[in-house]
C-alpha cells in the first residue's frame, strides 16, 4: 500500500478558498471529481505546481511531476467541494492515513464553521 505525507501547500489552499467562499457545499462528488481529461486539460493549461495543491496527499518515494504523486483531490480545479472533504477523510480513514485523514477532517470542520449552512 502506497505511503503518504500531508501536503501543506494542499491544506493553506484549501484554507484560503474556504476564507474566499470558492466552495460548494452539496454536490456528488463520485459525479463531478475531475476524471482523466479533466486532470490533463489542468494540466495542459497549468503548472505542476498548481495542480499539487488540489491534492492534500503527497504519495511517498512517487516522482513529483506524476499524476501518482498526488493524492486525496478536494476539488474541482475551480471551488473546495464539502463531498471531497468527506470523501478525503473517508478514504484517509479507511487506508489508515492518520495524518492526511486529521489535515481533510480539520478542513472540513474550518468549511462548517465558514458556512454553516453546510450543516
Not at 489552499?13 to 463520485?30: M, N, P, Q, T, Y
Not at 464539502?82 to 485523514?101: D, G
Request: aromatic residues 10%.
Amino acid at each position: 500500500m502506497a505511503s503518504y505525507s500531508v501536503n501543506k501547500a494542499a491544506v493553506k489552499h484549501c484554507r484560503e478558498l474556504i476564507e474566499a467562499g470558492k466552495v460548494v457545499l452539496d454536490s456528488d462528488w463520485g459525479d463531478v471529481q475531475p476524471d482523466a481529461d479533466a486532470q490533463n486539460a489542468f494540466l495542459q493549461e497549468h503548472e505542476w505546481d498548481d495542480y499539487a495543491v488540489w491534492h492534500l496527499g503527497l504519495t511517498k518515494d512517487a516522482n513529483d511531476e506524476t499524476k501518482a504523486r498526488h493524492a486525496f483531490v478536494y476539488g474541482d480545479f475551480t471551488k473546495v467541494h464539502r463531498s471531497a472533504l468527506i470523501a478525503c477523510v473517508y478514504r484517509a480513514s479507511e487506508w489508515r492515513h492518520k495524518k492526511v485523514e486529521l489535515a481533510a477532517h480539520r478542513l472540513l470542520q474550518e468549511l462548517d464553521k465558514a458556512h454553516p449552512g453546510s450543516q
